[in-house]
């Protein structure tokens, strides 16, 4: 049986994570809002074939529940999950664990959170079957200058915090926490 995933964000930073994710072998499922980036996300994998897309807004928390419900019953449980869920969506994340939880099968929340959940770490209500992992994207100093991390930096941090499996891994830098680059 084929190991399943789902990338929640997919379209944007997590592309190469998606990719990488078939690349090993696992049968990814993608979630973002556009159809059209998602499909860039699969024609862009080795193996398109193991990337199926799920066009939707996570927002939607209706839509969200029915869409997670009918993955679990049509690809069965996932084992692993990545997901960078934006701050518009409170109930998104909840609402995944929920459904994802319902099979009673273990799987791996891979929960990638801005540089602010260094300072204020989101409170998570995580299912007994859940082992979650927090990534949290810093930054980088450059000399006086600091920046944003890349979508190939947070691609290959995430990649690594899948591969070392700890419970809280940063990738870039979150101290000084003064220099954190403005918006």
Request: net charge positive; with cysteine.
């Given at each position: 049986?084929?190991?399943?995933?789902?990338?929640?964000?997919?379209?944007?930073?997590?592309?190469?994570?998606?990719?990488w994710?078939?690349k090993?072998?696992w049968?990814?499922?993608v979630?973002?809002?556009?159809?059209?980036?998602l499909?860039?996300?699969?024609?862009?994998?080795?193996?398109?074939g193991?990337?199926h897309?799920?066009a939707l807004?996570?927002?939607?928390?209706?839509?969200?529940?029915?869409?997670?419900?009918?993955?679990?019953a049509?690809?069965?449980?996932m084992?692993?999950v990545?997901a960078?869920?934006h701050?518009t969506?409170?109930?998104?994340l909840?609402?995944?664990?929920?459904?994802?939880?319902r099979?009673?099968q273990?799987?791996?929340l891979?929960?990638?959170?801005?540089?602010?959940a260094?300072?204020?770490?989101?409170?998570v209500?995580?299912?007994?079957?859940?082992?979650?992992?927090?990534?949290?994207?810093?930054?980088?100093?450059?000399?006086?200058?600091?920046?944003?991390?890349?979508?190939?930096?947070?691609?290959?941090?995430v990649?690594?915090?899948?591969?070392?499996?700890a419970a809280q891994?940063?990738v870039?830098?979150?101290?000084?926490?003064e220099r954190r680059?403005t918006y």
């Amino acid at each position: 049986m084929a190991r399943e995933a789902l990338v929640i964000g997919a379209s944007g930073m997590l592309a190469e994570v998606a990719r990488w994710l078939a690349k090993e072998g696992w049968q990814v499922t993608v979630v973002g809002r556009d159809r059209q980036k998602l499909e860039q996300v699969r024609n862009g994998a080795l193996n398109p074939g193991s990337v199926h897309l799920l066009a939707l807004d996570y927002g939607q928390t209706e839509t969200l529940r029915a869409a997670m419900a009918e993955l679990v019953a049509s690809r069965g449980p996932m084992e692993l999950v990545v997901a960078w869920i934006h701050q518009t969506a409170p109930d998104a994340l909840a609402t995944v664990l929920a459904e994802l939880s319902r099979p009673k099968q273990p799987f791996r929340l891979y929960h990638v959170c801005g540089s602010r959940a260094w300072k204020n770490p989101p409170a998570v209500h995580v299912p007994t079957t859940c082992a979650y992992q927090r990534v949290i994207l810093g930054f980088v100093c450059e000399g006086e200058d600091a920046r944003w991390l890349t979508n190939a930096e947070i691609a290959n941090g995430v990649i690594r915090a899948i591969g070392e499996k700890a419970a809280q891994t940063i990738v870039g830098q979150v101290e000084p926490w003064e220099r954190r680059p403005t918006y």
